[in-house]
Structures are given as C-alpha cells and as structure tokens.
C-alpha cells in the first residue's frame, strides 16, 4: 500500500466522497451525513491515491471506545486489501489513543466485510433489528466489537 496516501478528510473531499459513497452503496450517507462528522471533529480520512481517491473512514471517539461509522473503498479498487488496510490503520489509532473497545455495525447480508472484520478480531456482540434501510422494508445489523483492552495487556 505504498501508493495509497491517508490524510484528513476536509469540505473540499466532499463531493468526491459523495460519488464512492453512492456508487458502492445501494443506501448512501447524504452530504450533510459527511458535512456533520466534519463539523462533529469525528475521524475523518481520505485515502488517496496517485490519480483518485481510494476510499475514506470516518471513527467517531467517545471516551475508551471506538465507533466505527463508515468504511468505503471505490468499487473499481475493491479486492486489493485497501479496506482491510484501512482498517489496520483504524485499529492502530485506536490502540495508541488507548481505546479500550472498536464497535460498529455492519448489514446482515455484508458478508464480505463481516469475514473481514472476524479475520482482524473482531466479534459479534449482538443484532440490531430493523437497523438498515433495505429494498423490502428494513435490514437487521450485525454489532461487532473488538476488544482492545486484552491486546492493551499483551503489550505492556
């Protein structure tokens, strides 16, 4: 991933943004999503590459906790081990901010990021129903954690 640049995201990345989001999601954050998690100072990332943006992360952080809000890689660069970079990069922050615990929420039917999140430690903690919008009705979440506070011992 050598080529791949993080930096902050900012109102500029927006429209950009907009268009990974739109495009590999069938149910896509809105602009003013991404314009409050600015104006919120969650963590926010771009992940650039030489000619296009690869993808962006967005952490909100409260207290020792970790919530993971929003991961997206652009379609055309998917199955490169970008997302899966990304997340490292994402659980690393957290560990050096001392976070105790990386929770988020992922479809039911996403099981390909669900294999990710289980390959980098992350578990299941539990079903929110009705979380997502779906093409019939609503879809159920999967809650997912990692917990940081037994690889926080190993290091010590």
């Given at each position: 991933m050598k080529d791949l640049v993080r930096r902050p995201m900012n109102e500029a990345d927006l429209a950009e943004v907009l268009q990974i989001e739109r495009s590999a999601n069938r149910f896509p954050w809105s602009k003013q999503n991404f314009a409050d998690c600015l104006s919120g100072n969650y963590q926010s990332w771009v992940y650039q590459l030489p000619d296009s943006m690869a993808g962006y992360l967005i952490v909100q952080n409260i207290l020792d906790e970790a919530h993971l809000l929003n991961i997206c890689v652009q379609p055309q660069q998917q199955g490169k081990g970008i997302g899966r970079f990304m997340l490292e990069q994402m659980i690393n922050d957290a560990q050096q901010r001392q976070a105790k615990l990386i929770v988020l929420e992922v479809r039911r039917s996403n099981h390909r990021a669900q294999q990710l999140y289980l390959q980098q430690?992350?578990?299941?903690?539990?079903?929110?129903?009705?979380?997502?919008?779906?093409?019939?009705?609503?879809?159920?979440?999967?809650?997912?954690?990692?917990?940081l506070s037994l690889t926080m011992d190993f290091a010590e």
């Open positions: 430690g992350f578990n299941e903690m539990s079903i929110r129903r009705g979380y997502y919008p779906a093409e019939q009705g609503r879809e159920d979440a999967v809650l997912m954690g990692l917990d």
